[in-house]
């Protein structure tokens, strides 16, 4: 049992001391390569703990060995501009003065759901009381709000359509049926909800409507027998 835990101080002490090296960074805003090599540390450092017939010595070589891969990647992230889009990926601009963009989107394995959570996170509950919104390529969402944003955020938006689908969900908290917003989709010349990117309505009847590959458009409707939430 001693044994253990002077091998896990040890262990402790090495890890200690890679961390401070490897940066702020490493443990703050990671990069994709720097998650990586974090989470192969950890499976590292624990081997040599747990396990005592396995040389200590062997542990704090697998790690020293992680570090400096992380500086010959650090390296390169930082000196070969070609290669750091490869290795860290590029920030993808989610949303611009169209609307969302949906390849961009798609291509960050993410949905409307997951950015309207993001907007929510950042602050920002309706999806046009900002220019701009992007994912930086450590994950990180930031956004660039319109000019008095605050007066476009008088009521919670709910999603009513998502990449073409209803939201049955938030159909029910509305109160209002699906063919009320079927027949707003024929006022505005839109066929099929499967043709919707998105569809928002807040408690004011104010809609944000996006056709898959046109921009964005809002109005506002008057809800039968006043409803409101």
């Not at 499976?43 to 703990?49: K, S, V």
């Not at 920030?91 to 394995?109: A, E, F, M, T």
């Amino acid at each position: 049992m001693v044994l253990v835990m002077i091998r896990t101080a040890i262990i402790f002490v090495a890890l200690l001391i890679i961390m401070r090296l490897m940066g702020k960074r490493q443990i703050g805003e990671m990069q994709p390569f720097e998650l990586i090599i974090t989470l192969v540390i950890a499976d590292l450092a624990c081997i040599p703990m747990a396990d005592a017939s396995i040389p200590l010595l062997y542990g704090i070589v697998a790690v020293l060995t992680i570090f400096v891969l992380h500086e010959i990647m650090t390296l390169l992230d930082l000196k070969v501009k070609p290669l750091k889009s490869l290795i860290s990926g590029k920030p993808s601009v989610v949303v611009n003065k169209n609307g969302i963009d949906d390849y961009q989107l798609k291509r960050n394995n993410l949905d409307v759901s997951d950015l309207i959570e993001s907007l929510r996170t950042a602050g920002y509950f309706s999806l046009d009381s900002i220019d701009y919104a992007i994912y930086e390529s450590n994950g990180m969402f930031s956004a660039l709000p319109k000019q008095d944003y605050e007066k476009t955020q008088t009521s919670l938006p709910l999603v009513i359509i998502d990449n073409g689908k209803y939201d049955k969900k938030n159909l029910g908290i509305t109160g209002l049926e699906k063919e009320f917003f079927d027949g707003i989709l024929k006022e505005q010349g839109v066929k099929s909800e499967k043709k919707v990117l998105v569809l928002t309505a807040d408690g004011t009847g104010k809609l944000y409507l996006q056709v898959k590959n046109e921009k964005f458009r809002t109005f506002t409707v008057n809800y039968p027998e006043g409803k409101t939430w």
